[in-house]
């Protein structure tokens, strides 16, 4: 082989050589160094505060319900309890009466509890609504199945001069406050807790017309509604039963004496 022709190819041999090595070498170990260095990136965090159980309107915190959980800085807005800033959270909300449902690993907001000198059913109660109170059993509260949050419609039985029975549907959409229960033991010695009081969330008119059908009434029941209806007015009802202009909205005649009744507004 000439001279020429063989340096030639060895120096094509020796440029072969390194251009494998490197990209041998760039494979191994270039291409993870690059990977790795993009992919590591510092993520700052804080401590939420985060409730462990799923809370309704009206219970109690306490430090078995509420814990403290790594959060994003980035992912903390405003209303969520920090340790950096309230490190003896904790502590200070333990007692504190829960306003809005919070939910099992949602964090705790602020305006969703109140102090625990407040009392309970005053702080769930939105402004500008009355709690009501009446009466139920068994056969009148949908067999003992309503339970606080819940919605139904009030129906009010009254007899009739006749000796029939009049039924109407005074008020719609009601949210169910509290259930005040007792416990009942049947035949068999099972017992039940069977609400003997339900507490509603009404406006002042609706709360004229309760007081009124209460008056009225040979029964008032409650009836159930569907969750899926939460979304439908729930201001409305019986207005015939108010007064108006000053005057009584019923009179109510009893063995020959009449009564008024209807508060004026």
Request: charged share 25%.
């Amino acid at each position: 082989m000439k001279p020429a022709r063989l340096i030639v190819t060895i120096v094509a041999l020796t440029a072969a050589a390194g251009a494998g090595y490197l990209a041998w070498n760039f494979s191994k170990g270039g291409a993870k160094s690059v990977g790795t260095q993009s992919a590591v990136r510092e993520v700052r965090t804080d401590q939420v505060l985060v409730a462990s159980d799923s809370l309704p309107i009206g219970s109690r915190l306490n430090k078995k319900n509420l814990y403290w959980q790594e959060w994003p800085e980035g992912a903390v807005v405003d209303g969520f309890i920090t340790r950096s800033t309230q490190r003896d959270a904790i502590e200070k909300l333990s007692g504190s009466v829960v306003r809005l449902p919070i939910f099992a690993g949602e964090p705790v907001r602020s305006e969703k509890v109140v102090d625990s000198d407040t009392r309970i059913m005053s702080s769930i109660l939105p402004a500008g609504k009355r709690a009501v109170s009446t009466e139920i059993s068994v056969e009148t509260g949908a067999g003992g199945f309503i339970l606080p949050n819940d919605r139904v419609d009030v129906i009010m039985v009254r007899g009739s001069d006749d000796g029939s029975f009049i039924t109407e549907t005074i008020l719609s959409n009601i949210r169910v406050l509290a259930i005040d229960q007792r416990i009942q033991e049947d035949e068999d010695g099972n017992k039940t807790a069977v609400g003997t009081t339900a507490t509603l969330e009404l406006t002042p008119d609706q709360a004229r017309i309760m007081s009124v059908a209460q008056q009225m009434a040979s029964r008032l029941t409650l009836a159930l509604r569907s969750v899926a209806d939460g979304r439908e007015p729930d201001t409305g009802g019986a207005d015939h039963l108010l007064s108006r202009e000053g005057g009584p909205a019923i009179q109510l005649i009893r063995s020959g004496a009449i009564t008024n009744i209807g508060a004026v507004k």
